[in-house]
């Protein structure tokens, strides 16, 4: 399976601030078609996860510009510009590359 | 809207067989292209593939688990439904049924629902 590593577990931000979250995967997620299959989500407490972004850089319908998406191959940053309270949570990688799709371990995202 | 509805047991005993069942209500399990299937998540662990069924009617499995899982679906009522057999304590974590649109991309997750295996 690809292990996906996500740093730091956990972030405390102050709200207007901005944060990062880092994901690496233990092999390139490129596939064949040009297309980079990994995925964040966000699970709120209480709440099923919810799709952030897809493909490294596209926001899922409704997502707010505040989250972005960057990397490439096996190196992949969520940016959260900004930070309200709502974006408090779990944040997750997963990637969608090979057979089973394999989730990091979540950074748990406080603010302030 | 989609939705997405998981229910069954939330308490099965070691040994024995975990069933759930999924209900979707707001689009139908044979709609073209999605894949429709079940996601864990153990208490203080990462989240866990464990299988789908495409709208055509094939399976997919999560290897480490194929030798007890079974999804099944029907789709008279539009539901799909996951057994997962000879459960263990390692077993215990809140079940989401999701859609896959295709490479373990999930856009719609049911809101889960803990099983706990034990005596």
């Known amino acids: 399976d690809i292990l996906m590593t996500q740093t730091p577990l956990s972030l405390s931000v102050t709200p207007g601030q901005s944060a990062s979250i880092s994901c690496k995967s233990s092999?390139?997620?490129?596939?064949?078609?040009?297309?980079?299959?990994l995925y964040w989500y966000l699970q709120k407490p209480g709440q099923s996860p919810q799709l952030l972004i897809y493909?490294?850089?596209s926001r899922f319908s409704g997502v707010p510009d505040r989250f972005s998406g960057s990397g490439s191959g096996t190196d992949f940053t969520l940016k959260i510009s900004r930070v309200e309270a709502e974006d408090v949570g779990f944040y997750y990688c997963m990637q969608g590359l090979r057979m089973p799709g394999t989730f990091g371990q979540g950074t748990k995202v406080e603010v302030k | 809207q989609l939705q997405l509805q998981e229910s069954g047991p939330g308490l099965v005993k070691p040994s024995e067989t975990l069933s759930l069942t999924c209900t979707v209500s707001g689009g139908s399990i044979t709609s073209p292209g999605s894949f429709w299937g079940w996601v864990r998540q153990p208490p203080g662990k990462r989240l866990e593939w464990i299988g789908s069924v495409h709208y055509s009617g094939d399976l997919h499995y999560n290897p480490s688990l194929t030798s007890r899982i079974t999804i099944s679906r029907d789709t008279s009522n539009n539901e799909y439904s996951l057994r997962l057999t000879s459960v263990t304590a390692a077993d215990t974590a809140v079940y989401y049924c999701?859609?896959?649109?295709?490479?373990?991309?999930?856009?719609?997750w049911g809101q889960g629902t803990l099983v706990t295996v034990s005596s």
């Open positions: 092999e390139s997620l490129l596939h064949s078609n040009g297309r980079t299959y």
């Open positions: 999701a859609r896959d649109k295709g490479q373990w991309l999930v856009d719609s």
């Open positions: 493909e490294v850089t």
